[in-house]
């Protein structure tokens, strides 16, 4: 009989369980925490974003691009769904996120543990593996007062990202003693400091397209809606760029973000805009300042206007043309320097990781060691905002199962 052991009870460890479990194995689910699951109850503001409609493979990121179709493609996907249908989880379906019905990451966190207790599978909490040894074939896994002997395990201890739910970076170490190449982890999906920042946007949601130029030269652009904090710019489309961020500064690369507050006349040329100015500005025959806050937050405005050093309460006509490139600049293209990210502990994941060619794509076992398998964040490749990441875990958690099951 085989003796099978998973350590870590997250959102790749939970499935890879439950798959992993038949009449003639043994498996054991370490946990460090008195509980599983516990980052997987704050995805998607509680709500649980676990998939995602639009499965095209630009939404993943690796530092080994091309071997991403290998994993991510139709037959795959298909697996997740089907996971999903088979655990009885109805999704409620908004622009292509899917959400549990109930709205709540407790209605998957739950039906995930259910199901691993009812497969038959041993769950351990308060075990936090320390070290892996391989003799004769066998593995020992060991925390600081136990020992396990068995056949294969799947590591699925997450990444560095909120270690304050257990994924503390702690298996990079232990897979690198077993040889495994760790591509340089970074956080990802996290919000960004800026040189200046503006009191007055301070807790203002705003609609905007965010261009990310490096160096100078248009590195990527994200349409969405901006949180301003006070310590810089956050939101989905903020998250989508901060990866790219977080990169080139650690090799010493400027990094600006300009912000496009009215991202609706994206189609129109640069010229065309002061005639729109112009013909708001006479059509209402109101001041600058109260023809935008028609428009957009007024507490940007109060910022654009602050900016551009000119008078709001004059007409857009009354402004001189040097005045009026500046507030159109500001408007469209608002510069902000990024100075820094946040870390690894406001980060929702991490890039980097081990590296996808030491990984049979289809198993997720790892060709270094063999019987020893490797599942979601700890894997070098990262996916955007909106299910992706959580995509990662449940399909490497799928495979890796379905692998050690000898399906
Ligand atoms: C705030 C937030 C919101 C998010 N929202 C979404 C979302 O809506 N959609 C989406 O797709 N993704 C989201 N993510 C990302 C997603 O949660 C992760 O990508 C996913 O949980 C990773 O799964 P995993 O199995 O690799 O690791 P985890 O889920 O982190 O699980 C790892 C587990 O291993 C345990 N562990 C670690 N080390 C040991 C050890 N040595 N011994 C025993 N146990 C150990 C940990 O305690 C933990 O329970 C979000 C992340 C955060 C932080």
Not at 100 to 107: I, M, R
Not at 330 to 342: A, E, P, V, W
Not at 353 to 363: D, P
């Amino acid at each position: 009989m085989d003796k099978i052991v998973i350590i870590g009870g997250g959102a790749s460890g939970l499935v890879s369980s439950i798959i992993s479990k038949n009449k003639n194995n043994k498996v054991i689910l370490l946990e460090r925490n008195k509980d599983c699951g516990k980052k997987l109850l704050m995805t998607g503001n509680g709500r649980c974003n676990y998939f995602n409609s639009n499965q095209d493979i630009s939404n993943y990121h690796s530092n080994n691009p091309l071997l991403i179709k290998e994993f991510i493609n139709t037959k795959n996907i298909y697996k997740v769904l089907t996971f999903f249908d088979q655990l009885g989880i109805t999704p409620k379906i908004k622009d292509n996120l899917y959400y549990p019905f109930s709205k709540q990451a407790v209605t998957i966190k739950n039906a995930l543990v259910e199901e691993v207790k009812r497969s038959g599978v041993i769950i351990k909490n308060s075990f936090l593996v320390e070290d892996i040894k391989k003799e004769n074939n066998k593995f020992i896994v060991k925390s600081s007062n136990e020992e396990i002997i068995c056949d294969k395990v799947i590591i699925s201890t997450g990444s560095k990202s909120y270690p304050k739910t257990g994924s503390d970076g702690n298996g990079y170490k232990i897979l690198e003693k077993l040889d495994h190449k760790i591509n340089k982890v970074y956080p990802n999906l996290m919000g960004l400091k800026t040189k200046f920042t503006y009191k007055d946007w301070v807790g203002v949601r705003s609609e905007v397209k965010l261009s990310l130029y490096e160096d100078n030269k248009l590195k990527k652009c994200e349409y969405g809606e901006a949180q301003f904090t006070k310590y810089g710019i956050s939101g989905i489309c903020t998250f989508n760029l901060s990866g790219y961020v977080v990169e080139g500064l650690d090799n010493n690369k400027r990094e600006v973000i300009k912000i496009n507050f009215i991202p609706f006349l994206d189609y129109i040329e640069i010229n065309e805009y002061k005639e729109w100015l112009l013909n708001k500005t006479k059509k209402l025959n109101l001041s600058i300042s109260k023809v935008l806050e028609r428009i957009i937050n007024y507490k940007l405005v109060n910022v654009i206007i602050k900016e551009s050093n000119i008078d709001g309460d004059k007409l857009f006509s009354e402004l001189t043309r040097e005045e009026q490139n500046k507030l159109i600049e500001n408007l469209i293209s608002f510069n902000l320097d990024i100075i820094d990210t946040n870390s690894f502990d406001e980060a929702q994941t991490c890039s980097g990781g081990v590296s996808l060619e030491e990984i049979n794509l289809n198993t997720m076992e790892s060709k270094i060691v063999n019987n020893l398998y490797i599942t979601g964040e700890l894997l070098d490749i990262v996916g955007d905002c909106g299910g992706y990441n959580l995509t990662i875990a449940w399909l490497s958690g799928i495979l890796a199962g379905r692998s050690v099951n000898n399906d």
